[in-house]
């Protein structure tokens, strides 16, 4: 099947992020223009994610391809900038269609695609196309020219740290897993594609449901720029009747909206009043009257007949030469108030794309509470941590007999390190020393995995009973055996905490983030049920990005508070396994005093 047969009947926001990469490792250079061709979804991403991040600051972009999605397809970019805490490295989605969250990873250099190319080329292969197998972030490289898998970032089979000498068996282990991994992606897509992060924005044909010809979108541009809006709404989608959320925007507040190429036009349009139906077209001068109003609390960035066009001087280009929208609303609420007579009216913001489609981004400004000064695209920001988190060791699995000691020995053998650290160094945090046993002597558990801390992990494969599988040399742990540590915990002052979702129940994730704000250390796994497959890290921060949405139809919901959570992760890999993801797990489990 060629490319043009696999790619149709996709989804039109699909297809615009089909494209052929070069073959050769591509760097920064290269692939500047497919980044500013594509992903509208992925820049956007950065500059919901605030000042701290900005686009300003790219230095290098890869590209990231799914194995149940069509191979063209670009799922998501890894963006490589020196951020305000040294450089780092994001993975972000490139539009709705993955069904995974916008920000998917985060962390310090080396990236995930820096390591796997350091394996290759040990073996002189190279890194041409990566793919993201799991939601948990199992990453493989393939070499174009021998047509085959040569580096992960972890053991596709035991989650233990990759072997360069394995390569070989990389392609097998994969096909095998596959119909795993994309049953753990049908189930993210089923609660992630309903978020308001996915719904505040949309793209727009003509209703006839045909993209217009070529020649129609060659006439004069200047015709459209003096265009006069009647404000009927001229385009349709195949979700008109879902809700669309709406991102509450105060006084004092900045707006970014990124555009993708040479964008043919931008408008901002008035949409009504949250609470109250909007007037039909005959009421032009009543629309009319209220866009002007608009534009003043946006600081006067409209011109044109109808006053709904961008001025240029408000499109802006970064560094790297993307052009976006910056906007302001006007610090002073009384004036904003004044001007808006008490509503929170909605408006969006519409760029129309060379290829004739129309993207909507909705906004409605929300009047109470508000600050001055401060980025919608950022939020509001929580950060929780463990306390001493630098006594937090990092263990990774080794051989133990016939397999490796499996990922739920190393997570329990973490957070058990850790304590016995503070038993040490802070006696004041009330743990005992020499928890279970596993760190006998008078010195505290080591930061890395010594031989002493191989022994402790050893003896906790024991009490959890792992399974070991001689076919792959895993060991295999279900939360059941996770939950057996509880037993060894009865005789001190400690207690085993677990949640394991099951069937449809979702509590872990929301117990999980009520131990990491009490700052305490948690064990999750995004494995759903009684499966033997768990991969278990540690959670030992929490980020929390807050900001505020309303629903809209015809009229509008009360205001709302998304909390995007995200937890700094150990994957029992080594140090260079940590990372920032969404917390979204089924599992979890903690160990608290009594």
Known sequence: MNSKDRNHGLPTNMKDDIARVPTLEPELGNLSKYWQEHSWETRDELFQLGDAIGSNDIIGLRPIYRKDLPKEYIAYWEVKMNGKTGEKYLIISAAKETGDHRLVQEGALPSPIDIMTDYARLRSHSCHRVYRLTPDGLMTCEDNNLKRTVAATRDVETNAEFQQRQWKKLDRQVKKALPRFKKAWRDLARRVTKLPEWRRFKWLSMKSGKMPTEKSSKHDSSSRHEHDDDYDDNYVTEEDDEMEAELAVRPGEVLKVPLIGKSCQVRIKFSGFGQIKRHGRKRKTWLNRWQKRLCRVLSDPCEGS?????????????????????????????????QLQGQEIRFRIEVEMNNRKTLVVNYGIMLRHSRRGRSVEGGDVNHYSIPHRHLFPDYKQHQHGLCMTGSGAVAWGMVLGYMDNLAYRVPESGYPKNILGLFPGTSPAPMTTTKYAQSAI?????????????????????PAKMERIGKWLNHTVLQLIIENDSLNKET????????????????????????????YS??????????????????????????????????????????????????MAAILKK
């Open 306 to 338: 109808d006053m709904t066009r961008v001025k240029w001087r408000y499109i802006k280009n970064t560094k790297m030469g993307d052009r976006y929208i910056g906007l302001q609303i006007v610090s002073s609420s009384q004036y904003v108030r004044k």
């Open 458 to 478: 050893e003896n906790l494969f024991e009490k959890l009973e792992s399974r070991c599988s001689l076919e792959d040399k895993a060991a295999l742990t279900s």
């Open 508 to 535: 872990a994730t929301a117990r999980a983030v009520q131990l990491l704000q009490k700052r305490v250390p948690v064990i999750i796994s995004k494995e759903r049920g009684d499966s033997l497959y768990h991969h």
């Open 538 to 587: 540690v959670a030992t921060r929490l980020r929390q990005r807050i900001h505020r949405y309303r629903n809209c139809k015809v009229t509008c919901s009360s205001w709302r508070t998304l909390v995007e959570n995200e937890a700094y992760v150990h994957l029992g890999v080594g140090k260079y396994g940590n990372k920032w993801e969404n917390i979204d797990t089924h599992f």
